[in-house]
């Protein structure tokens, strides 16, 4: 007859599991609250491993980009720019920085009923007490499931496509300038499909399209359309096209 029946056994089994996985969570707690200076060291190594991994990235981008441009055009940077163009780009957006903007496009637009966003670190707690606070919902999307802010990928699209084509300045405000004039023309110079061929600004304040004229044969009136293509801000990567229509006897 066997000492230890079959679920006696089971239950060994499980308390000794339990047992493990406890002391697994307290020693990563120890780790985590007083780590050691090999511990500190290892992670330090990790985050400049990363850093490094995302310079590279960035590099590899400014390098495709310099070699879609004409050889005449091609900007000649000093090493020191492209460290600090490289530096630019490995910033990441912090929970203060998008309450921000987010106060700041209010003071500009107005406040929004709810803000629709992912779930990235910088929209976690911090940010949802400070939308709480400014009235406006937080709805975070569901994981794996673009199709449900279409319009919003729809715009990063557009936005990758200018961006693949232009080579900004090497200092901050430049490209601060250079995102300024991209978020002016998209918002009010770029009609959208999914806006009934309105801008966003003109569906903000509720703005629909002129009234179109009419011309009847019987009328004897040649009508005069002129059509031109301007540059949004100096920028030729962001047209605006301007139509005129002209009533002629």
Not at 100 to 121: A, M, Q
Not at 165 to 193: E, F
Request: glycine letters at 6%; proline letters at 6%.
């Amino acid at each position: 007859m066997p000492l230890l029946s079959f679920r006696a056994v089971l239950s060994l089994v499980d308390a000794i599991a339990v047992v493990l996985a406890q002391a697994y969570q307290l020693a990563r707690i120890r780790l985590a609250s007083t780590a050691s200076p090999v511990m500190r060291l290892l992670c330090q190594r990790d985050h400049a491993h990363s850093t490094l991994e995302l310079l590279k990235r960035e590099l590899s981008i400014l390098r495709s980009q310099r070699e879609s441009m004409p050889p005449h055009r091609r900007p000649d940077y000093l090493p020191e720019q492209r460290l600090a163009i490289l530096q630019l780009y490995a910033t990441t957006p912090c929970q203060r920085d998008l309450v921000r903007l987010v106060r700041n496009t209010i003071r500009e637009s107005g406040k929004p009923r709810f803000l629709i966003t992912d779930h990235g670190t910088q929209f976690r707690r911090g940010f949802q007490s400070a939308m709480g606070k400014l009235d406006i919902g937080h709805v975070k999307g569901r994981v794996r499931a673009p199709y449900l802010n279409g319009k919003m990928e729809r715009a990063f699209r557009t936005f990758r496509l200018w961006w693949s084509v232009i080579l900004c300045g090497a200092t901050r405000r430049r490209l601060q300038r250079r995102l300024d004039n991209y978020r002016h023309w998209y918002n009010h110079h770029r009609p959208h499909s999914a806006l009934h061929g309105i801008t966003p600004d003109e569906a903000w304040h509720g703005t629909g399209l002129s009234e179109p004229f009419s011309f009847r044969r019987r009328d004897h009136v040649k009508p005069r359309i002129g059509i031109r293509r301007l540059k949004c801000r100096g920028d030729p990567r962001l047209p605006v096209i301007q139509i005129t229509v002209q009533r002629a006897a």
